[in-house]
């Protein structure tokens, strides 16, 4: 049975994720942080989904968290490092406590996560990183969120490289605008909601669902031959002028 660690998986796309691995036949478990999203996790995910609570700030927590899933599973085919946060502000406004804390879970949390994963890992296993299309599309207000989940995609060649000895595959989604509890702390109003849906070409938001299934495509014997990529699942978001 495959085995998968989707971390930031009690809400949104990590959470449709959970639930879309698990009925395709893997063993999942999930981080988070926040103690309402997990305790509805563990009340509303099949029961067999192991539900952690980790920190990705803190290595300790990142240390303790690999020791569980090691006990559980043994080993791991999917790292999905999915958790993160989004701050925005304009650059003016940025404080070094904002940028320590953006830095820490987006970039230093995957990366050290992912350093402790690496054992666990089976040869033929997959990686996935969640960075987001706003890395290469600008927004404003958005260079401190674009920065740190832009620097996990600038390391995919070099960890695709170095992984492929083990025919580990490393590939990042990138999702659009899409309806998560994320989005919708971002507080956005009706008309800037409107706004963005008209740059959309399929004139919709994505759903954590799509963007699930992308992830279970990557981590799948079909994306054998995909390392190394970023899949943008934006609606066509962009390609225009």
């Known amino acids: ?18 639930e879309l691995l698990h009925a395709r036949g893997y063993q999942v ?11 509805r996790a563990r009340r509303e995910l099949p029961d067999d989904v192991l539900v952690v609570q980790s920190d990705a700030r803190l290595l300790a927590d990142t240390d303790a968290l690999l020791t569980t899933v090691s006990d559980r599973f043994g080993s791991l085919d999917l790292l999905f490092l999915n958790a993160g946060i989004f701050r925005p502000a304009p650059v003016a406004d940025v ?7 953006q830095v820490d879970v987006n970039f230093k949390g995957q990366y050290f996560t992912l350093q402790q994963a690496l054992p ?15 890395s290469r599309r600008g927004n404003p207000g958005a260079t ?8 996990l995609l600038a390391m995919l060649p070099s960890l695709a ?8 595959r490393v590939n990042a989604v990138s999702p659009g605008a899409t309806e998560t509890p994320l989005f919708d702390k971002l507080a956005v109003p009706r008309s800037g909601r409107d706004a963005l849906r008209t740059k959309i070409p399929f004139e ?3 759903s954590s669902q799509e963007i699930a299934e992308v992830v279970a495509f990557l981590a799948s014997d079909a994306a054998s031959y995909v390392t190394g ?3 943008a699942v934006a609606g066509g978001y962009g390609l225009g002028v």
């Open 1 to 18: 049975m495959p085995t998968a660690l989707i971390t930031g998986g009690t809400t949104g796309i990590g959470r449709a994720a959970a």
């Open 29 to 39: 478990a999930v981080t988070g942080q926040n103690p309402d999203s997990l305790a």
């Open 95 to 101: 404080t070094e406590e904002s940028f320590d804390e």
């Open 120 to 134: 666990l890992m089976n040869d033929g296993g997959s990686i996935v990183f969640t960075v987001g299309i706003g």
């Open 144 to 151: 401190l969120g674009a920065a740190t989940r832009g620097a």
């Open 204 to 206: 919709r938001f994505g």
């Open 229 to 231: 990529q970023d899949v």
């Open 161 to 168: 490289l170095e992984l492929a000895p083990r025919r580990i």
